[in-house]
């Protein structure tokens, strides 16, 4: 029973091992302190309102290579304590991504998993994300759904994809409907400064965004610094060390520095989204 929630360790033994079960875990309390949590909201919202004319809210993907204000929180000691128990204490940054549904014609998020985005750009497969709620995110206004155990089914995070209507869903393809079981599916309700954690290769996605409350969530992914960026990634993507060694002896970003160059080649060559 968390009495404070800031405390050492963030997560206890048996949370750590419903994670690695169930290939989720939803943390029903504050993440961050109420100052700094406030100060995540207000640059989001600055970032939000200067969002190019004709860009969807939803595909704020890596915003943390030309916006190193970010590492304020993506590095912060709150967050750390709560990947450590899963990865270890050796941590560095994978990506980031704001995913805003804005009220009314929040686009729909197909069955996916990130791994499928992924498998050509680290090894091993084993990322830890953190979907820190900026807004109430419930059933109302589109939050996220995981199918429990998905991460250790047959295909492993490696799901057969078929496309779909890219005016109705945030990513072009979706797990093909005989290899994901949505009756099982569980709704990761979050308040505002809450959060959940999920395993790259859990399938999930989330239902489009109708209602009248907005429905925002940063994504922070990390991995232990023993997993590798393939040579191919570095062209186009970069990770930082968060915490702790260099296992894997790899080159790391500044996260002082802005990577605008970067964010334009990954435009250029159409990845984005993860």
């Excluded at 099982?184 to 954690?197: D, F, G, K, T, Y």
Aim: glycine content about 6%; proline content about 7%; charged content about 25%.
């Amino acid at each position: 029973m968390h009495t404070d929630p800031f405390s050492k360790p963030r997560l206890s033994t048996q949370e750590v091992e419903t994670y690695r079960s169930e290939g989720y875990f939803i943390y029903p309390h504050e993440v961050l302190p109420e100052d700094k949590f406030a100060g995540l909201k207000s640059h989001f919202e600055k970032m939000l309102a200067e969002l190019a004319e004709g860009s969807r809210p939803e595909g704020m993907d890596v915003p943390h290579f030309v916006h190193p204000a970010l590492f304020e929180w993506l590095f912060a000691e709150e967050i750390l304590d709560l990947v450590e128990p899963i990865l270890g204490p050796d941590i560095a940054l994978f990506s980031s991504h704001f995913i805003c549904k804005p009220k009314g014609d929040g686009r729909r998020v197909p069955w996916h998993e990130d791994s499928a985005y992924w498998k050509t750009m680290i090894s091993p497969m084993e990322v830890a994300t953190v979907w820190l709620a900026i807004d109430p995110s419930t059933k109302v206004n589109g939050c996220m759904q995981v199918i429990p155990r998905t991460h250790n089914s047959g295909k492993k995070g490696f799901s057969d994809y078929d496309p779909v209507d890219t005016a109705k869903n945030i990513f072009p393809n979706e797990i093909t409907e005989t290899q994901r079981d949505e009756t099982r599916a569980v709704a990761c309700e979050l308040q505002p400064n809450h959060c959940s954690l999920h395993d790259g290769r859990i399938i999930h996605g989330s239902e489009p965004n109708s209602s009248s409350i907005r429905r925002c969530g940063y994504t922070m992914r990390f991995i232990s610094t023993a997993t590798r960026l393939t040579e191919s990634a570095a062209e186009y993507h970069q990770i930082y060390l968060a915490r702790g060694r260099n296992l894997a002896n790899q080159s790391y970003a500044d996260p002082s520095k802005s990577y605008e160059e970067i964010l334009l080649h990954r435009h250029k060559i159409g990845k984005k989204g993860h």
